[in-house]
Every structure is written in structure tokens, then in C-alpha cells.
């Protein structure tokens, strides 16, 4: 259970970005544990405090078969408790997420009917938009 309630939250905007970093976390966390057969699903379950707000939050998850071939991990959650920001869930979990998790390689994020699937991309300029430059010293730099 995370306890998204936090005093020094103040505004309702904070709270939703604070929400999001958590879930991009556990999804980013919770890959690293896929392999070639299996997958994850993954439930957020929200508790609602009388002004609507999300207070509490419950992640469930357990190992499942892909449905697709690369699929990395399914992530379900009900999509219109998130109203307090302009852009679309989403949106903000694949900004949080793409296009590299450490130990699992490139991936891509892709919105499905019930929250987004995460998917292994064997090329970085794929679907996702984002360019890699090498520059001296080989350093990667990765932009859009």
C-alpha cells in the first residue's frame, strides 16, 4: 500500500505527479523480473478521500503469459480517476518511462483499453520518437 496523502503534497497537481512517479517506479521495478515467456500484470487499486482526491494506493501483481509477442508487463487502472492534469494518463507514464529501462533494454508503451502494455523494441527510433547521437568519450545522448 502506498500512502499518497502526504501533508507536504500541497497541491492537487503535485499529489497526481507524485502518483505518477510511483507507478512508473513499481512498472520499471517489476519488468526487470520478465523474461521471454513470462509477463506481468499489474493492478492499481485506488482509495478515494471525500474530495475525490486518490489517498491511497494498492498495487497488485503477478506473473502471466504474454498476450503479445515482447510483451514485457500489463498495467490496468481506471483512467478517469486521473482528472486532475490536462494530459492523458498515459501520456504521463510513457514521459516517466520511455525509452530505456535499465536491465530490460528499449522499450515502447503502448495505451491499451484498460491501462498500457509495456513492450521490448529492438530499435530506439521505433514508435516511441526518441534518437540516440553518440559524442566523444562514447557517451549516448538520447533526445526527440
Same mark, same amino acid.
Given at each position: 500500500?502506498?500512502?499518497?496523502?502526504?501533508?507536504?503534497?500541497?497541491?492537487?497537481?503535485?499529489?497526481?505527479?507524485?502518483?505518477?512517479?510511483?507507478?512508473?517506479?513499481? *512498472?520499471?521495478?517489476?519488468?526487470?523480473?520478465?523474461?521471454?515467456?513470462?509477463?506481468? =500484470?499489474?493492478?492499481?487499486?485506488?482509495?478515494?478521500?471525500?474530495?475525490?482526491?486518490?489517498?491511497?494506493?494498492? *498495487?497488485?501483481? =503477478?506473473?502471466?503469459?504474454?498476450?503479445?509477442?515482447?510483451?514485457?508487463?500489463?498495467?490496468?487502472?481506471?483512467?478517469?480517476?486521473?482528472?486532475?492534469?490536462?494530459?492523458? *494518463?498515459?501520456?504521463?507514464?510513457?514521459?516517466? *518511462?520511455?525509452?530505456?529501462?535499465?536491465?530490460?533494454?528499449?522499450?515502447?508503451?503502448? $495505451?491499451?483499453?484498460?491501462?498500457?502494455?509495456?513492450?521490448?523494441?529492438?530499435?530506439?527510433? =521505433?514508435?516511441?520518437?526518441?534518437?540516440?547521437?553518440?559524442?566523444?568519450? $562514447?557517451?549516448?545522448?538520447?533526445?526527440?
Amino acid at each position: 500500500m502506498i500512502d499518497v496523502s502526504s501533508s507536504y503534497i500541497s497541491s492537487r497537481q503535485d499529489r497526481m505527479n507524485s502518483i505518477i512517479a510511483q507507478m512508473a517506479a513499481a *512498472i520499471r521495478t517489476l519488468s526487470n523480473s520478465t523474461t521471454k515467456d513470462t509477463a506481468i =500484470s499489474l493492478d492499481f487499486h485506488y482509495f478515494i478521500d471525500e474530495n475525490g482526491d486518490i489517498e491511497k494506493m494498492d *498495487i497488485s501483481a =503477478s506473473p502471466c503469459r504474454p498476450s503479445i509477442y515482447k510483451e514485457i508487463l500489463q498495467a490496468a487502472f481506471d483512467k478517469d480517476k486521473f482528472s486532475a492534469s490536462d494530459i492523458p *494518463i498515459c501520456d504521463l507514464i510513457r514521459m516517466e *518511462i520511455e525509452p530505456f529501462i535499465i536491465g530490460v533494454g528499449w522499450i515502447t508503451v503502448e $495505451e491499451t483499453p484498460n491501462g498500457i502494455r509495456l513492450m521490448r523494441t529492438p530499435q530506439p527510433l =521505433s514508435a516511441s520518437g526518441w534518437k540516440i547521437r553518440m559524442t566523444g568519450n $562514447e557517451r549516448i545522448q538520447i533526445y526527440r
